[in-house]
């Protein structure tokens, strides 16, 4: 097994044991906890919303959501103005509790989800936004991950990722190893390079307290939106 495959099975396994851990922090039944997630964890919410502030800022009316978990973001999506979403994760069980929350959410029909890791699952067609929402956290080489996208996708490509601090961080990469999952940090000039090196088009790069939101936009879809 390469050291690629090594990590994606690793990053699969994590996942598939922690789907209602995941739901959960949606869906808190405690007011507190809600009251406590959108206060301490906010990011999480912010990332979310502003995939859906881009894609009416670019005209974007469908989202490939590449690491989609339990379909959370991706219902929200549907609900807040996009058409069409397809969700990819590495995880089945993840990709199952995305199916069954569409349909109880009666979005079914807007939503497609599909089971893969995705820098080897075969799949063609483009969105006009690719994101990818608490993904680069997991993934070892986000360079080609980060083109992948770019090939599927029309208008912008946009992704969060996790900052580096001195006390936080090695907290979480020592919890998230000690549960067999491996974890990545990143600085604010390496993201920005990062989507240069893509040359997808124009690069934005918006610090939050939890790290960075970044995307990239078609020159000529941002002209048309000037």
């Known amino acids: 097994m390469s050291r690629t495959s090594e990590h994606s099975a690793k ?3 994590y996942f598939d044991h922690r789907v209602a ?20 964890r906010k990011a999480v919410y912010y990332r ?12 974007c009316r469908s989202v490939l959501d590449v ?15 996009l058409e069409r979403v397809l969700g990819l994760d590495i995880s089945s069980e993840m990709v199952e509790e995305s199916r069954g929350l569409a349909e109880r959410a009666g979005v079914a029909s807007r939503c497609e989800f599909r089971n893969g890791d995705f820098m080897s699952m075969d ?23 980060l083109r992948r996208m770019a090939q599927h996708a ?23 190893a000690l549960r067999g999952c491996p974890t990545h940090f990143y600085r604010q ?6 989507f240069e090196s893509v040359g997808f088009g124009s690069v934005h790069v ?13 020159d000529e879809v941002e002209d048309e939106s000037a």
Not at 48 to 59: E, F
């Open 154 to 176: 029309e208008k912008v490509i946009y992704g969060s990722f996790p900052g580096w601090s001195l006390v936080r961080s090695p907290l979480r990469k020592l919890r998230y």
């Open 48 to 59: 979310r919303d502003q995939t859906v502030t881009l894609a009416q800022k670019y005209g």
């Open 11 to 13: 990053v699969q396994s």
């Open 21 to 40: 851990d995941y739901d959960a922090f949606y869906d808190q039944p405690s007011a507190f906890w809600r009251w406590f997630n959108r206060t301490m």
């Open 67 to 81: 690491g989609c978990g339990s379909g959370q973001n991706s219902v929200w999506f549907v609900r807040h103005g």
């Open 189 to 194: 000039a390496q993201v920005r390079a990062l």
């Open 123 to 145: 799949f063609s067609g483009k969105c006009d936004i690719a994101c990818a929402l608490g993904v680069f956290d997991y993934v070892l080489e986000p360079d080609p991950f």
């Open 206 to 218: 918006m610090p939050i307290p939890s790290g960075f939101l970044a995307w990239s936009v078609r």
